[in-house]
């Protein structure tokens, strides 16, 4: 298994335009998770999906970030408009089982850079 | 204030010498403890996985220890390689994850 596949691996854009990140999670995995890191406040859960259900989503910072995931191997985090202050890595993860068990395993993340 | 408290903020040690990190947490209930290790530019992997009945769990060079009455975890590396330069990030879950700060650990030559 290739892991989980993240792309693209950096995205720099102009405040304002809309930025879609996409996710490929582990084959079998029934759960996925976006998170978002910075220097300042460190990885913070934004959402997480179940079956393909997003279940948890109140850590998304605003109305700006949207996430889906159509099937069970696709998701996207999509920000629209974006602003400066959403500089960030942001990563997916995915696990198999209850969201307590098991181990998760993280993409290699995509760095985006609002100018 | 962030209920996952990791110490030192950074540590640089010698190449060949033993560290120590600390990871103190208020997160109630508890179900599990990680420790992950991010190198730079690439996602957290997980080294070990706690849970409330487990004391120490070992992985390599790599051992965590777990309190759970004084809410402590350690995370010792034993003879430390230029590799093992990265954050090391302690993860406790309760009703959902809580994320600690990271050490960020630079093992020099």
């Known amino acids: 298994d290739a892991g989980v596949i993240q792309s693209p691996r950096h995205e720099v854009t102009e405040m304002g335009q809309e930025v879609t990140l996409r996710c490929k999670p582990i084959?079998?995995?029934?759960?996925l998770f976006w998170y978002r890191q910075t220097m300042m406040r460190g990885l913070e859960l934004l959402i997480y999906?179940?079956?393909?259900?997003?279940?948890?989503d109140s850590g998304m910072p605003e109305d700006r970030f949207s996430a889906k995931m159509p099937n069970a191997s696709f998701s996207t985090l999509k920000i629209q408009p974006s602003e400066p202050r959403d500089s960030a890595v942001y990563f997916c993860a995915s696990r198999l089982g209850g969201r307590q068990g098991g181990g998760y395993t993280f993409g290699s993340g995509t760095r985006l850079t609002v100018v | 204030k962030n209920q996952v408290e990791q110490s030192p903020q950074s540590l640089i040690i010698l190449e060949g010498k033993n560290c120590t990190l600390q990871c103190n947490y208020t997160v109630s209930p508890f179900s599990n403890l990680r420790w992950y290790k991010q190198d730079t530019g690439r996602g957290p992997v997980s080294l070990t996985i706690?849970?409330?009945?487990?004391n120490t769990k070992s992985n390599g060079r790599y051992t965590a220890t777990l309190d759970a009455d004084t809410k402590q975890s350690s995370l010792h590396i034993t003879a430390s390689q230029l590799s093992d330069s990265a954050s090391y990030i302690c993860v406790v879950s309760a009703d959902d994850m809580r994320f600690g700060a990271g050490t960020r650990l630079t093992v020099k030559p």
């Open positions: 706690m849970t409330f009945s487990e």
């Open positions: 999906f179940n079956n393909n259900v997003p279940i948890d």
């Open positions: 084959s079998g995995h029934d759960y």
